[in-house]
């Protein structure tokens, strides 16, 4: 009988963005200004919104959810980057790459479906303002984001554990079937919701239906944007690149700058959110 020879991976050496002492000095400072940032904004939407009753409505639940997916998505990777940095170590185990995989996965995806149905909101909040009511209702709204939990909780797993197992075949299959399923879809939905937005507005006689109608988008539409953008300038930088080192510092900017920009987005554009944001401070400031 022939002895067998198999290699276990036990642990994976990360690329690192620079190597030099004083550079990963000012990156850590950086990338830590920028995770507190995106935190203790995200977490003030949240509070926010949670806060001023006048907010509980279907918008506002769905952009409470982003922001806590935002505070998720970013603290799969930035923690354990620092550490690397300020350690200057560049080793990961196996079990804490599949994990890190895994969350990341969720979030990422849950980013994608979120988006849409939050486009799909505002599809029905212009196109169809009588029955908006009764077709975003609470209820849906929370079946919603829960179904969508529970399906990326388990998409993710499958994908982590095929990834696990190393067979290139059902990987790239997998791969491309998730991408159809979570990204084109998406995109697609998001697409045809701004085309039947921008269809009905285009029939609207007043010039000042117009205008709210399009602010009343342009939140959500910033969000999208970026976020797409990002993700479409990592890929193609990660195409066209002949230096790991530009993608790698692509993809960290990608998983910071999105979920920092989002609370500045809505918050600058949307006076009840400032409202309550006032409201929230004035109330901690009496209470210190």
């Not at 000095?25 to 995770?35: C, E, N």
């Not at 149905?117 to 196109?127: E, G, L, N, Q």
């Not at 290139?168 to 491309?176: C, G, M, R, S, V």
């Given at each position: 009988?022939?002895?067998?020879?198999?290699?276990?991976?036990?642990?994976f050496?990360?690329?690192?963005?620079?190597?030099?002492?004083?550079?990963?000095?000012?990156?850590?400072?950086?990338?830590?200004s920028?995770?507190?940032?995106?935190?203790?904004?995200?977490?003030?939407?949240?509070?926010a919104?949670?806060?001023d009753?006048?907010?509980?409505?279907?918008?506002y639940?769905?952009?409470?959810?982003?922001?806590?997916?935002?505070?998720c998505?970013i603290?799969?990777?930035?923690?354990?980057?620092?550490?690397?940095?300020?350690?200057?170590?560049?080793?990961?185990?196996?079990?804490e790459?599949l994990?890190?995989?895994?969350?990341?996965?969720?979030?990422?995806?849950m980013?994608?479906?979120?988006?849409t149905i939050?486009?799909?909101?505002r599809f029905v909040?212009?196109?169809?303002?009588?029955?908006y009511?009764?077709?975003?209702?609470?209820q849906?709204?929370v079946?919603l984001?829960?179904?969508?939990w529970?399906?990326?909780?388990?998409f993710?797993?499958?994908l982590?554990?095929?990834?696990?197992?190393?067979?290139?075949?059902?990987?790239?299959?997998?791969?491309?079937?998730?991408t159809?399923?979570?990204?084109?879809f998406?995109?697609?939905?998001?697409?045809?919701?701004?085309?039947?937005?921008?269809?009905?507005l285009?029939?609207?006689s007043?010039?000042?239906s117009k205008?709210?109608?399009?602010?009343t988008?342009?939140?959500?539409?910033?969000?999208?944007?970026l976020f797409?953008g990002?993700g479409?300038?990592?890929?193609?930088?990660s195409?066209?690149?002949?230096?790991?080192?530009?993608?790698?510092?692509?993809s960290v900017?990608?998983t910071?700058?999105?979920p920092?920009?989002?609370?500045?987005?809505?918050?600058?554009?949307n006076?009840?959110v400032?409202?309550?944001?006032?409201?929230?401070?004035?109330?901690?400031?009496?209470c210190?």
């Amino acid at each position: 009988m022939e002895a067998e020879n198999h290699t276990i991976l036990s642990q994976f050496f990360l690329l690192g963005i620079s190597e030099d002492p004083e550079l990963q000095a000012v990156l850590f400072g950086l990338f830590l200004s920028m995770y507190l940032v995106t935190v203790l904004g995200n977490l003030l939407i949240i509070l926010a919104i949670s806060s001023d009753s006048h907010l509980h409505t279907p918008m506002y639940f769905f952009l409470c959810n982003l922001s806590l997916i935002d505070i998720c998505f970013i603290s799969t990777i930035i923690p354990k980057m620092l550490v690397n940095i300020h350690a200057h170590s560049k080793e990961i185990s196996y079990l804490e790459f599949l994990t890190q995989v895994y969350v990341f996965m969720i979030f990422v995806r849950m980013d994608n479906v979120l988006l849409t149905i939050m486009a799909h909101d505002r599809f029905v909040v212009i196109c169809c303002p009588l029955k908006y009511t009764v077709i975003v209702n609470s209820q849906l709204c929370v079946l919603l984001v829960l179904m969508s939990w529970i399906i990326m909780f388990w998409f993710s797993l499958i994908l982590t554990l095929l990834v696990g197992r190393s067979d290139a075949l059902i990987d790239i299959i997998f791969l491309y079937v998730s991408t159809a399923l979570l990204v084109v879809f998406p995109v697609a939905g998001i697409l045809y919701s701004y085309s039947q937005i921008v269809s009905s507005l285009m029939k609207m006689s007043s010039s000042v239906s117009k205008y709210k109608g399009f602010f009343t988008c342009g939140s959500h539409l910033c969000v999208v944007s970026l976020f797409y953008g990002t993700g479409l300038g990592v890929y193609l930088s990660s195409a066209v690149a002949h230096s790991p080192q530009r993608s790698t510092i692509a993809s960290v900017m990608y998983t910071l700058v999105t979920p920092m920009l989002n609370p500045f987005v809505y918050s600058l554009r949307n006076k009840d959110v400032n409202g309550a944001l006032g409201s929230l401070l004035s109330r901690a400031t009496s209470c210190v």
